[in-house]
């Protein structure tokens, strides 16, 4: 479960965490944008540090720029 999701709870002490090593979560990011519209300077350098780590990291992340 995202940390985020349960922050307040945590803090209140209504949850604990419990780090577990063997889990391994993965969840895909997206970034979605009309292609009539041009990019903002923090999207474009956005764009181009995702696309550095997925380089970087080969096998483990995936660039890929809808056409």
């Given at each position: ?8 709870e945590?803090a209140?002490?209504?949850?604990v ?6 889990l ?10 009309r292609?009539?519209a ?6 474009r350098?956005?764009l181009?540090?995702a696309e ?14 809808e056409?």
């Amino acid at each position: 479960m995202p940390e985020i999701s349960v922050e307040t709870e945590v803090a209140r002490g209504e949850l604990v965490r419990i780090p577990v090593r063997e889990l391994r979560v993965q969840r895909k990011l997206r970034l979605i944008y009309r292609k009539e519209a041009g990019l903002s300077h923090a999207a474009r350098a956005f764009l181009k540090v995702a696309e550095a780590v997925a380089t970087e990291r080969a096998g483990r992340y995936r660039f890929q720029r809808e056409s």
